[in-house]
């Protein structure tokens, strides 16, 4: 028979989170990716190749609806790409299906470094990913810091109320809000373990200007509340708002995105497998 490319419905999630598990990072388990691909506000959840019925490829994806400057804007981030060997020639089928809408802004925010050629043969930018690393420490700090839902519930409003509930239930991100007087900023992170220590990693800032007055109230309550040592803090993040102190971090991947009519300070990373995708 031959290989059939398909949507992946929502039916087909547990044979492709299967499928994941076996053949790209047998680490995350079945479930964990099961989770990660079926987000219920994404129309679409990615592509996959079938022979005689079983899986041996697929392309994950996150679609969203967002609001960029009065303008609802469709936005997409490519996740895992995984074919079998014996089924590579036809791993371009999947990209050209993932990258059809040509009225979509794509965000490519993990691609392995072959991935990234490929990308840039397809009209990929690349990010601006200059970091800095921040030292938490429990710094004497004013204002409040809370990882409470009920508290980021009642506080966060609008828009950022919703990115809140969409990512609520994601695996690898945590939330926070900061407060000083009238004024809140909520924040999204990861914790990854690098070279066996855990850091944090920025994902989204609602108001760079509070999180840059109150970074030592954050690093402090990373540490004592997540025994997280340090934070990885990304420019565009923040807005080129670096927190004091800091250093440079010279070990940022490539980050990238595809689109018809937004700048590079209009992709971030919300919405995408680096919020949904456990590793």
């Not at 009238?182 to 920025?202: D, I, Q």
């Amino acid at each position: 028979m031959a290989v059939e490319l398909a949507p992946i419905t929502r039916e087909a999630v547990p044979r492709v989170a299967a499928f994941l598990h076996t053949h790209l990072d047998d680490s995350v388990s079945a479930d964990r990716w099961a989770r990660a691909i079926d987000v219920p506000w994404s129309p679409e959840l990615g592509f996959m190749l079938l022979d005689d019925g079983e899986v041996v490829g697929a392309q994950l994806l996150w679609r969203s609806q967002r609001t960029v400057e009065g303008r609802v804007e469709a936005f997409c981030n490519l996740g895992s790409w995984c074919v079998l060997p014996e089924y590579r020639g036809h791993s371009l089928r999947l990209v050209r299906a993932a990258l059809a809408d040509r009225d979509c802004t794509y965000t490519d925010l993990t691609p392995r470094p072959e991935v990234v050629a490929i990308n840039e043969r397809l009209g990929f930018e690349h990010l601006d990913t200059t970091a800095v690393v921040m030292p938490n420490l429990p710094w004497p700090a004013r204002g409040s810091v809370s990882s409470d839902p009920a508290v980021l519930e009642r506080t966060l409003t609008g828009v950022e109320l919703q990115r809140y509930r969409d990512h609520a239930g994601a695996e690898p991100a945590r939330h926070v809000v900061l407060r000083r007087g009238a004024r809140w900023c909520y924040v999204m992170f990861r914790v990854e373990r690098r070279k066996g220590l855990p850091l944090a990693s920025l994902l989204y800032v609602s108001d760079p200007g509070l999180f840059a007055a109150m970074a030592r109230a954050f690093a402090r309550h990373l540490l004592v509340r997540h025994r997280v040592l340090a934070t990885i803090v990304e420019d565009r993040i923040v807005a080129g708002r670096r927190p004091w102190p800091a250093l440079p971090w010279p070990r940022t991947a490539p980050k990238m995105f595809r689109s018809p009519r937004l700048g590079p300070a209009d992709a971030d990373d919300l919405y995408s497998e680096l919020a949904f995708q456990p590793w």
